[in-house]
């Protein structure tokens, strides 16, 4: 892979204002149910002008009078179209719809007819596995360990899909300890490595940020979070190790511009739809140690309560997976947490500095680093 | 500059056994499968190179329910891994010739030697990979 440079920003911008749906399936909320993905969008988007404090300024937004710009996201993931009728009207997505949908993330022109793309759930971890030298049990303890603090960030997080706790499943099925359940055959394996609880479940969600020139943000409510630079890097899903390769370049990215080392980062957003993301990533991108990232898993230094927080929304297996809105709900995570607003789940480690790794598509990874801004009066 | 096909090309070849990719006329490295640029130096002009479709297997996943490709059964089983052709190229890829329950075993001899498969598919052929010692995979 050919390595990239990035210049610096022409000016600073900062997020003034973060807005987000739950994650949700509106097909199982009576509520919910109608809802369009324009609304949706829309609720996130008004919630976003209300955080930042312009509720009276949605035309100057849209119009750029300001400098101040919204961006959002928003994927109806858990219905579809139906041809013919407006988008209110939406029917239920099935496994069939889904599995021949998978491979609309690999390139037409090889991957899909060479069949190079299915690899990409288990390589990351089958490499880690051979690199440290555990056993397949370690792996998913591991996994499993990562599943249970991702659901119990969840269950304190209102926006999140899945809010019941896995001691609480596990009761239901006739298990005390909430481990026990997580590998047993309630949770199958669907990959090598991953079970059903280590694969994100699609969501119907939405989420919006506002940002502004950094001089200007600290006229409104929040504390202003400055964007300091996005790492960028994409490679095809048949090319080797691709995950790991355009994490480690769009890090390396992200550090050089802005002169931060992993040091610096207090806490770590990653999409970890496919749940061992969590872990290489976290360790390709220095915030945990090489070869060491696992134990500290399985001590839950990494849990939304440790020392070394990894996804406190739950993460995509928790938290859903609104896919194409995934990367701007960790935003706006991210956000809560360095203004120290995440309430129950708050990280306890004072973050000033978040790194998130957005990867998906077809294969992109983003690496943005946000850090608070010091308030100049 | 002409618009060249290198994808059409490329099928043409499969379609006739052979396996072509292209070598970076700066600093000889093999684009495989072959686009248009150098991926290794960022050079622009590569010729096309027919390759052995010899290599060497790197890596074992077996499929399951969520990423096994029912179209394969038909040819034998198979699992998915990383391949390092003998000319360089290194890619992931579905590899033909290997019983699940052999995996684990094999994952200790690995590397193992590979060669290519050609398929014929609906409206064009493909190239897969199989173990050169099917033993090894029963």
């Keep these: ?377 | 500059m002409k618009i060249e096909k290198v994808v059409e090309t490329f099928y043409e070849g499969l379609a006739e056994h052979k396996l072509l990719g292209r070598r970076c006329k700066e600093c000889g490295a093999i684009e495989y499968p072959p686009r248009y640029a150098c991926n290794t130096c960022g050079y622009h002009e590569t010729e096309w190179v027919e390759l052995s479709g010899k290599g060497k297997l790197h890596s074992v996943i077996t499929p399951s329910t969520l990423n096994a490709d029912p179209w394969n059964d038909q040819i034998g089983p198979y699992v998915y891994g990383l391949v390092e052709l003998e000319e360089g190229p290194m890619f992931n890829c579905t590899v033909f010739g290997i019983k699940r329950k052999m995996a684990k075993k094999l994952r200790d001899q690995l590397p193992v030697p590979v060669h290519a498969l050609y398929v014929e598919r609906e409206g064009f052929t493909t190239v897969f990979f199989e173990l050169d010692d099917p033993e090894i995979g029963k």
């Design chain 1, 1 to 377: 892979m050919v390595s990239g440079k990035l210049g610096r920003y022409a000016r600073s911008v900062s997020i003034i204002g973060i807005g987000a749906t739950p994650f949700c399936d509106i097909g199982n909320d009576p509520e919910l149910t109608g809802l369009t993905e324009g609304e949706f969008f829309g609720h996130a988007a008004l919630m976003a002008m209300a955080d930042a404090g312009l509720e009276e300024a949605v035309k100057d937004v849209a119009s750029g009078a300001h400098e101040i710009v919204l961006s959002g996201c928003v994927e109806m993931a858990c219905g579809l179209p139906i041809p013919g009728q407006p988008t209110h009207l939406r029917r239920r997505i099935k496994t069939e719809d889904i599995i021949p949908d998978l491979e609309g993330i690999m390139d037409r022109a090889y991957t899909r007819a060479l069949g190079g793309g299915h690899i990409g759930q288990d390589d990351w971890i089958d490499l880690y596995r051979k690199e440290y030298g555990l056993t397949d049990e370690q792996v998913d303890l591991v996994l499993n360990t990562m599943s249970y603090h991702g659901g119990r960030a969840a269950a304190l997080n209102p926006l999140a899909m899945f809010q019941t706790p896995y001691e609480e499943e596990a009761k239901e099925c006739g298990f005390d300890d909430p481990m026990e359940y997580l590998r047993s055959s309630y949770n199958p394996k669907t990959t090598q490595y991953l079970r059903v609880s280590g694969n994100a479940s699609g969501a119907d969600g939405a989420a919006c940020v506002i940002v502004c020139p950094t001089e200007m943000a600290h006229q409104f409510k929040q504390k202003p979070v400055e964007v300091l630079g996005i790492g960028a890097s994409c490679l095809e899903l048949m090319w080797p190790h691709n995950e790991m390769e355009i994490t480690r370049e769009a890090a390396r990215q992200v550090y050089e511009m802005t002169g931060l080392t992993p040091e610096d980062i207090d806490l770590l957003l990653v999409n970890d739809f496919v749940l061992p993301s969590q872990l290489c990533a976290a360790e390709e991108v220095g915030y945990l140690p090489r070869g060491e990232g696992w134990k500290m898993v399985l001590e839950g230094r990494t849990a939304f309560d440790g020392d070394r927080p990894i996804n406190p929304h739950g993460g995509r297996t928790s938290y859903g997976h609104a896919f194409g809105a995934s990367g701007m709900a960790d935003v706006y995570e991210a956000v809560l947490q360095l203004r120290g607003q995440a309430g129950p789940r708050q990280v306890k480690n004072n973050p000033k500095t978040a790194m998130l790794r957005g990867f998906g598509g077809g294969q992109n990874c983003r690496i943005p680093i946000l850090r608070t801004v010091e308030v100049r009066r």
